[in-house]
C-alpha cells in the first residue's frame, strides 16, 4: 500500500470548517484513500474513502486532486467533539486477499472553543 | 457499531503467562482483524481471518497465534506474555467480500487495554 504523509496536528476554530491534509504521491491506480478518526483511545471510526471522485457523506468530504497523489478531508462545521487523531490510509484489493489497514501516525485535529 | 464486542476490556498479566483475548461479532462478517496500537503510533496488523479456520500473519505476528473457529468468534492468544506486549489491542470487521474493485471499510471494536508487568 502507497505510503501518506500528514501533519502531525492541526488546530480549528469552533464551527469552523477544518481542513486536513493528506499527500499519497506514490498511489496506484486501484488503490482508495481512505480515512478514520480516533476519539481518545477509542476504535478508529470509518469516515470515508474516494478512488478518484470527491465524496461526500453525512460526517465529511473527500475532495481528491485530479492527480490524486493528495487529498484533503473537510469537516464543514467542526464541533468540540470532533476532536480526535485523523488517520488518512491508501489501501488497494489484493484480488481477493483481506487486506489489512495501514495506520501511521495520523494528523491530530483540536477544535479550539 | 457492527456489533462488535471485545473481552476484557482490561488484563493485567504477568510475564509468561498464557493470555487470551476474545473478538465477538453479531453479524456473521467474514473478514476479522486483530491489530495492536502502541502510544504515538498507529495501528498495526497482527493476524487476520477470512473465514472459519482461515487465518494469516500480518505485520507484526511474531509471539502471537489466533483461532477462528465460529464465525462469530476470534481469538487473539499470547503463548506467553513479555512486556512488550504491553498494548491496546483492537478488534476489527470488514463488511463485504474482498476482490477485485472493492474498497475496504472496516469496524473497530472498543478495544482491550493489556499490561504485562
Known amino acids: 500500500d502507497a505510503k501518506t504523509t500528514q501533519p502531525t496536528s492541526m488546530d480549528c476554530a469552533e464551527g469552523r470548517a477544518a481542513n486536513l491534509p493528506c499527500n499519497h504521491s506514490?498511489?496506484?491506480?486501484?488503490?482508495?484513500v481512505y480515512w478514520y478518526r480516533q476519539i481518545h483511545s477509542q476504535g478508529p471510526q470509518y469516515i470515508i474513502h474516494?478512488?478518484?471522485n470527491n465524496e461526500t457523506n453525512e460526517m465529511a468530504s473527500l475532495i481528491i486532486t485530479e492527480d490524486r497523489k493528495s487529498s484533503t478531508l473537510i469537516l464543514p462545521h467542526a464541533t468540540l467533539r470532533d476532536t480526535a487523531v485523523y488517520y488518512c490510509?491508501?489501501?488497494?484489493?489484493?484480488?481477493?486477499?483481506?487486506?489489512?489497514?495501514?495506520f501511521g501516525k495520523g494528523t491530530h485535529l483540536i477544535i479550539q472553543p | 457499531d457492527a456489533g462488535i464486542t471485545q473481552s476484557p476490556r482490561h488484563k493485567v498479566t504477568e510475564t509468561g503467562t498464557p493470555v487470551t483475548l476474545r473478538c465477538h461479532q453479531t453479524?456473521?462478517?467474514?473478514?476479522m482483524y486483530w491489530y495492536r496500537q502502541d502510544p504515538g503510533h498507529g495501528l498495526r496488523l497482527i493476524h487476520y481471518?477470512?473465514?472459519?479456520?482461515?487465518?494469516d500473519k500480518g505485520e507484526v505476528s511474531d509471539g502471537y497465534s489466533v483461532s477462528r473457529s465460529k464465525t462469530e468468534d476470534f481469538l487473539l492468544t499470547l503463548e506467553s506474555a513479555t512486556s512488550s506486549q504491553t498494548s491496546v489491542y483492537f478488534c476489527?470487521?470488514?463488511?463485504?467480500?474482498?476482490?477485485?474493485?472493492?474498497?475496504?471499510?472496516?469496524?473497530f471494536g472498543p478495544g482491550t487495554r493489556l499490561t504485562v508487568l
Open positions: 476489527a470487521i470488514r463488511k463485504g467480500l474482498a476482490g477485485v474493485g472493492t474498497y475496504n471499510e472496516q469496524f
Open positions: 506514490t498511489i496506484s491506480g486501484n488503490e482508495y
Open positions: 474516494g478512488l478518484k
Open positions: 490510509i491508501v489501501s488497494g484489493d489484493s484480488g481477493g486477499g483481506a487486506d489489512g489497514l495501514t
Open positions: 453479524e456473521n462478517h467474514r473478514y
Open positions: 481471518s477470512y473465514g472459519v479456520k482461515d487465518t
